[in-house]
């Protein structure tokens, strides 16, 4: 049997009392026949008592026996502070004693208030201070801070260990991994506070982040009180408990409560709150002062209402009289217990300055629906009533003309009629129509000839408030008119007219400009696109030329044979002279839209833009699924095509790629609202992309005016893109630009979805002696016939050939070559890299390097490669052995 005044009674209670200050947890003992209960500190401070002022006993009911040393809950007990405000603690009680002794409980008492701590009661006599602690629902420890500044903690409880996952063994020896495991924000802070409570002897209490060994981190509040040993060592015994989820409530209504008071401070209207039901205190947010020019000091209430006599009274009239106490739409609101509707007032300052308010006012009301103040949202309109004036002036006025219209539906809500409501003086002017004769009929009485797609249009803009702008021709007034409607209100639509019949009629006079324009854009694309067929083409004219000559010398004149190599001989050169024909004549064709499928017409044309492109540039081809079909002329699509290709081979500078892609596309409101012109519906999508140097934004902001180009003199109309801008135009399609410097350019181009379904050439005679040499020749020729017949040519004017197909091989063979190479006869466009770079890395090897350049194409596609700056040495393909001898020996003789 355990007594009251046993070592080990005595030693638990002392602990306890050591305890039970920070942990806010009282504890008592009372023999289980008396009601005399022994009040220990913490017990008495919360029952809020005075040691010498302790109640001689306290209402309260024993729990049913338990067996000794169980703990267990003893029913709640009722209690009276001194204050006459009862409470009611909750106990845990273990039962001590032997049949030698009376039985007594010892029961830990926990305010309530105060998160309803307990401590657990003695469990045995071995460690009678664990059992006690056992069923207290937080962290207990002592730490002892010694002397030398190191620190430890001598006990802790299962739950703390549990808590902060720490060994008590490393715990008892040192404090290390605790401060360890301590935020590194929080960590100096803490031992601030720990070193602040052991000088001055106080409480500590602190609340900081933990970081578990599982890497959660929690938020705990510690309590403690300090007490100095012997040896100068400071001893605190504590509690510490989590709080994350009390952190986590504070900071979300912590971030509430800072939203609602930015979106308050931020607000563009004033806002005043009335803080009693006499609207005698009035506050507001920040834009609320601005319009009153007060300063956050004021009583809005007070300048509004009570100075008077100082002749600074905020003054308010309505319809021009003045309002008179207690007729504010605020103090209305709170007296009436009703929301007042919206009031358009003239307010007049101290400072003299007026202006015109919109309020709206409501009463607030508690729990209770007990109206506790008023709350009122205050809008400055001066700006808007002004533009509402200079309306009616610019109504009266303008000279453009407007009217306004209200549709009319039919019983199913569909648009099948509009009547006129307004119209200015400009609308009669222009159209003839005068208002007293057009106002409250509908359009269809007026105009019978109006189109229903008008009406349905018109219909679109009053139901769904979206506006739009567009030309439309009155049949009745054989008028054009530029028209721009825009919903002011449910179910109306207003119109902004513009008189452009005369715009109209000289277009029409004036549409053989665009189809002149549309045709010097043809000639140049087909220009380009000759280019590129003229450097396949030439090739292999150049290989039939080439041995035609070469079979010329060694037939004999007088046989057949000879005649007929003749005429193979006429019938390459008049082909060599049509390609050059094609660089610079084009056909006009006249324009024939027809259903088509985009995939089909632009493979079709991908031979030829390889072509017209070049071999140094990719072109990707990625046509779309599933097409919905197109109504156009493939010539214009042909056009398009051959005009963006060839913009995009010239923002390349030498290698990149091209691609062209399709698709379908349904383009929503949304989209075509950020595009001015654009209009929802279903289209057929054709991008052209390239990585080439792209565009700023200046550039794109010109790029479709006629004339405008970035090319230099001579490379361009500026009419390609115009002329481009028109065709789409006219198909009623829509174009965008993404285009950046340096990041290549996209042109994506909507195509509205179809749902209805000179002298003859004298014959050549036998070759002339060709000049003859002896010099080596590297000879650089990417089409293998051609290049045989090279080497062929060379070898019989008796040069020292190094013929390569790649200039990858060149490079090899100049660079293994033992002797001099005296030139270089090479092609201008080849894969992996063109002639002019090529010239230029032989010339680190050879610097003595005489070039020849050689190609199909013609002088204006050579020259963004530079080979016919001055001084550089060219021969056009396909061309004969005297002109091919005498042109190495003007490149080996002269000076490059």
């Not at 900071?251 to 004033?270: C, K, S, W, Y």
């Not at 002149?516 to 696109?529: D, N, T, Y």
């Not at 030139?823 to 050879?846: C, F, H, I, K, Q």
Request: with cysteine.
């Amino acid at each position: 049997m355990l007594s009251p005044t046993t070592p080990t009674s005595r030693k638990s209670k002392s602990l306890c009392r050591r305890i039970a200050p920070p942990a806010r947890v009282g504890f008592s003992s009372l023999p289980v026949v008396t009601t005399s209960p022994a009040w220990e500190n913490g017990l008495v401070r919360c029952r809020q008592f005075t040691p010498g002022g302790q109640p001689g006993g306290v209402a309260h009911r024993a729990g049913p026996t338990r067996a000794r040393g169980r703990a267990g809950p003893i029913a709640a007990e009722r209690a009276v502070n001194p204050d006459e405000k009862p409470f009611l603690p909750e106990a845990t009680a273990l039962r001590q004693g032997t049949e030698a002794r009376v039985p007594e409980e010892e029961a830990a008492r926990a305010d309530e208030r105060s998160s309803r701590s307990l401590i657990g009661a003695l469990r045995d006599e071995p460690n009678p201070f664990s059992q006690l602690v056992a069923t207290v629902p937080g962290g207990l420890f002592s730490f002892r801070l010694r002397p030398d500044g190191s620190a430890c903690c001598p006990y802790a409880n299962p739950a703390f260990l549990e808590l902060f996952g720490l060994p008590a063994e490393d715990l008892a020896e040192s404090a290390a991994a605790l401060w360890a495991t301590l935020h590194p924000d929080d960590l100096d802070r803490v031992r601030d506070s720990v070193a602040t409570s052991a000088r001055s002897l106080t409480p500590w209490r602190d609340e900081f982040r933990w970081r578990r060994p599982n890497g959660d981190e929690i938020w705990v509040e510690g309590h403690s009180m300090p007490v100095r040993e012997p040896d100068g060592s400071i001893l605190w015994h504590g509690f510490l408990h989590d709080i994350t989820a009390r952190k986590e409530t504070e900071r979300r209504l912590f971030a509430t409560h800072e939203r609602l008071q930015a979106l308050l401070q931020a607000l563009p209207v004033g806002v005043s709150f009335s803080e009693d039901a006499t609207c005698q205190h009035i506050t507001g947010n920040p834009m609320l002062r601005a319009q009153f020019e007060m300063t956050p000091q004021d009583n809005i209430s007070a300048s509004a209402l009570e100075t008077a006599a100082l002749g600074r009274r905020v003054r308010y009239f309505f319809d021009g009289q003045e309002l008179r106490e207690g007729e504010l739409p605020l103090q209305r609101a709170v007296a009436e217990n009703r929301v007042i509707p919206p009031m358009e007032l003239v307010v007049q300052l101290p400072s003299g300055r007026r202006w015109i308010a919109e309020i709206l006012a409501a009463p607030l009301r508690d729990a209770q629906d007990r109206i506790i103040g008023g709350l009122a949202v205050i809008l400055n309109i001066t700006e808007r009533k002004q533009a509402e004036e200079r309306y009616q002036t610019l109504f009266e006025h303008m000279l453009d003309g407007f009217a306004l219209h209200e549709i009319v539906c039919d019983a199913r809500g569909q648009p099948v009629d509009y009547r006129f409501l307004a119209v200015n003086p400009a609308f009669e002017r222009l159209t003839g129509l005068k208002a007293n004769a057009i106002v409250g009929k509908t359009v269809l009485e007026i105009l019978p000839s109006t189109e229903p797609y008008w009406i349905e249009t018109y219909g679109r803009v009053a139901l769904t408030g979206e506006p739009a702008s567009f030309e439309n021709y009155a049949r009745d007034l054989d008028q054009y008119f530029q028209v721009t409607a825009f919903c002011p209100a449910p179910r109306q639509f207003a119109c902004l007219f513009v008189d452009i019949t005369a715009r109209k009629r000289a277009e029409a006079e004036q549409e053989h400009l665009q189809t002149q324009l549309a045709q010097a854009q043809k000639m140049e694309s087909i220009g380009r696109l000759a280019g590129g067929v003229a450097h396949d083409f030439n090739n292999l004219l150049g290989v039939i030329l080439g041995y035609t000559e070469l079979a010329l010398e060694h037939a004999n004149p007088a046989q057949p044979l000879y005649a007929d190599l003749l005429e193979i001989q006429k019938a390459a050169q008049r082909s060599a002279d049509l390609t050059r024909q094609l660089l610079a004549f084009a056909r006009k064709q006249t324009i024939a839209p027809q259903v088509c499928d985009l995939n089909e017409t632009v493979a079709g044309m991908l031979k030829l833009l390889r072509r017209l492109i070049g071999e140094p540039i990719a072109l990707m081809w990625r046509p779309g699924s599933s097409l919905w079909p197109v109504k156009v002329d493939p010539a214009q699509i042909d056009q398009v095509l051959a005009n963006l290709c060839v913009n995009a081979r010239d923002a390349i500078a030498s290698v990149g790629q091209i691609t062209i892609e399709t698709g379908n596309a349904s383009l929503d409101q949304t989209v075509c609202a950020q595009h001015a012109g654009w209009i929802p519906g279903e289209y057929v999508r054709l991008a052209v992309s390239d990585d080439g140097c792209g565009m700023d934004p200046e550039t794109l902001a010109h790029l479709f005016e006629p004339f405008f180009t970035t090319k230099g003199v001579g490379r361009g109309t500026g009419l390609g893109l115009a002329t481009l801008y028109g065709v789409v135009q006219q198909n009623r399609g829509f174009i965008h630009v993404s285009s950046a410097p340096g990041q290549g350019t996209t042109f994506t181009l909507y195509w509205p979805r179809h749902r209805d379904q000179g002298a003859p050439a004298a014959l050549a005679g036998p070759a002339e002696p060709a000049s003859r040499g002896h010099e080596t020749v590297l000879l650089v020729e990417d089409e293998p016939a051609l290049l045989h017949l090279g080497a062929t040519m060379l070898e019989k004017l008796g040069y020292q050939v190094l013929a390569a197909d790649t200039p990858g091989e060149a490079i090899r063979l100049a660079e293994e070559h033992a002797g001099a190479i005296h030139l270089l006869m090479t092609d201008v466009v080849m894969p992996e890299m063109n002639g002019r770079d090529l010239a230029r890395r032989l010339l680190s090897l050879y610097p003595n390097l005489k070039r020849l350049f050689m190609s199909g194409y013609t002088a204006s596609v050579i020259a963004p490669h530079g080979v016919l700056d001055d001084g550089v040495h060219f021969i056009q393909k396909p061309f004969a052995m005297p002109e091919l001898a005498a042109k190495i020996r003007v490149a080996l003789e002269r000076e490059p």
